[in-house]
DNA sequence: TAACCGTATTAATATTATTGATACAGTTAA
DNA sequence: TTAACTGTATCAATAATATTAATACGGTTA
């Protein structure tokens, strides 16, 4: 089921996560299916079962697969998978506020920005009827 | 004029752009001003000319200094630079937060991102006393 | 108890980031 | 031209971090 490539670049766990992530966003692993052990995995790779468990690590932070201490790591409900979009949004979102100090805006000011409704921020899904028919 | 903190984890070259970013921005350091050359800077920090280099050339890459080569560096005129820059972070800053609130991040959330302290942000190593900062 | 599960801690190692040593090239004035 | 400045490029030494592994620990189940 999973292939190492040590011709990648990637480090081993970053592979095992990759993989995983496909299988079960594909559907291929559905929902409550249980991964194999971190060290059955590790076994039949050839590698530390330190390599798997982190990589399942990082799949359970991401929201992929959940964990039942002693039983097993199973796959998760993944219809939302927010999860990993929005660690990949808060990176983004300090990155974007440390660039913003260096231009002299405070995070105060940023509070401020945040505070502010925006022009169609009224919670867009009330049908106006009056409205300008656009759309 | 510059100031190292061997104590900061931040490496010697960010320190430095740091310092003059600030120096250049609060107007210390005004446009065309000549910058210390590489090798006088780096001997008055008794630090590697190279590190300096780095630091100036990363601030030339922002924008805050130019160079002309054989003759020295001089600041930039970032009068316009950093107003344009403040409206174009401003739109980014906004549109991340709209994307966010699509993903379900609150902006009372958001709020509490900004609010944690970072490693390595305190500023204000800098001795401003109110001089021009002449040298 | 035994045989499985995941987890935490620490160390060895590989990779990358940072700084330094040194040589090269452009500008200016004597 | 030379001499004394300027920035720049290349490579090596080292510091810092990321990655993987060795090992021991605690929970679950039959």
């Known amino acids: 089921m999973i292939v190492l490539d040590y011709r990648d670049r990637r480090p081993l766990y970053e592979q095992i996560t990759g993989r995983f992530q496909e299988l ?5 692993l559905p929902k409550d299916t249980q991964m194999p052990s971190v060290r059955s995995q590790a076994m039949q790779l050839s590698i530390n079962p330190n390599t798997i468990q982190r990589a399942y690590s990082e799949l359970e932070r991401e929201g992929y697969i959940y964990t039942i ?5 199973f ?3 993944i219809s ?4 990993e979009r929005r660690e990949e949004w808060k990176k983004q979102f300090m990155a974007l506020v440390e660039e913003g100090q260096l231009l002299g805006i405070s995070r ?3 509070g401020r ?7 169609g921020d009224m919670e867009g899904k009330i049908e106006d009827k009056g409205g300008d ?3």
């Open 24 to 28: 079960i966003v594909k559907g291929i």
């Open 75 to 77: 796959v998760a409900d």
């Open 113 to 119: 920005l945040l505070a502010l409704p925006e022009p």
């Open 69 to 73: 201490k002693g039983r097993g790591s």
């Open 133 to 135: 028919g656009s759309d």
């Open 108 to 110: 105060q000011e940023m």
């Open 80 to 83: 939302g998978l927010l999860g």
